[in-house]
T-cell receptor, first 115, second 110 residues
Framework: EAGVAQSPRYKIIEKRQSVAFWCNPI?????LYWYQQILGQGPKLLIQ????????DSQLPKDRFSAERLKGVDSTLKIQPAKLEDSAVYLC?????????????FGPGTRLTVL | QKEVEQDPGPLSVPEGAIVSLNCTYS??????FMWYRQYSRKGPELLMY????GNKEDGRFTAQVDKSSKYISLFIRDSQPSDSATYLC??????????FGDGTTLTVKP
């Protein structure tokens, strides 16, 4: 079974530029999550999709971050404009369903450096 | 105050030692408790998952949950150098939201 795929693996941009990350979840997984993991911290949930609908985006900085999951499969996360404090690893995860009892499988992450 | 507090480490032990990793939480809505292992430059992978107070064992790993004290632990027996990683506790609320601790970095020396 193929795992969660993410690209690019690394990205370096200057502040105020825009950047986009892509995630392809495990086939058949209805729930998709984007996390931000700052160095030395645990993953922080940014947004959670159930199929192509948003379940929770309470911690997404909506003035600069946006995400979509068209057709309930792949997802993109965009930052525009980027700030220095956005430097982090962006992790995508998927699970069969949302909530209790459903293991989240994580991708390798995209490491973003904002200069 | 964070909802989930994890012993920060880092932790360094000799091969074969018993390792204890701990988290406390403040939100009574957390119902499901997990431990993830994260190797450097990799995504977290699930190690243990439990929802009730008590112990759950899987090979060299034992997860312990005490809901009355809002305290969870992961024990690793006969630790190996391959266990060297960052260990993250995570909790899911009854609304289905996941919250992670900040991780404890473990090094097992041969």
């Amino acid at each position: 079974e193929a795992g969660v795929a993410q690209s690019p693996r690394y990205k370096i941009i200057e502040k105020r530029q825009s950047v986009a990350f892509w995630c392809n979840p495990i086939s058949g997984h209805a729930t998709l999550y984007w996390y931000q993991q700052i160095l030395g911290q645990g993953p922080k949930l940014l947004i959670q999709f159930q199929n192509n609908g948003v379940v929770d985006d309470s911690q997404l900085p909506k003035d600069r971050f946006s995400a979509e999951r068209l057709k309930g499969v792949d997802s993109t996360l965009k930052i525009q404009p980027a700030k220095l404090e956005d430097s982090a690893v962006y992790l995508c995860a998927s699970s069969l369903r949302q909530g209790q009892g459903n293991e989240q499988f994580f991708g390798p992450g995209t490491r973003l450096t904002v200069l | 105050q964070k909802e989930v507090e994890q012993d920060p480490g880092p932790l360094s032990v000799p091969e074969g030692a018993i390792v204890s990793l701990n988290c406390t939480y403040s939100n009574s809505a957390f119902q499901y408790f997990m431990w993830y292992r994260q190797y450097s430059r990799k995504g977290p992978e699930l190690l243990m998952y439990t929802y009730s107070s008590g112990n759950k064992e899987d090979g060299r790993f034992t997860a312990q949950v005490d809901k009355s004290s809002k305290y969870i632990s992961l024990f690793i027996r006969d630790s190996q150098p391959s266990d060297s990683a960052t260990y993250l506790c995570a909790m899911i609320s009854n609304a289905g939201k996941s919250t992670f601790g900040d991780g404890t970095t473990l090094t097992v020396k041969p």
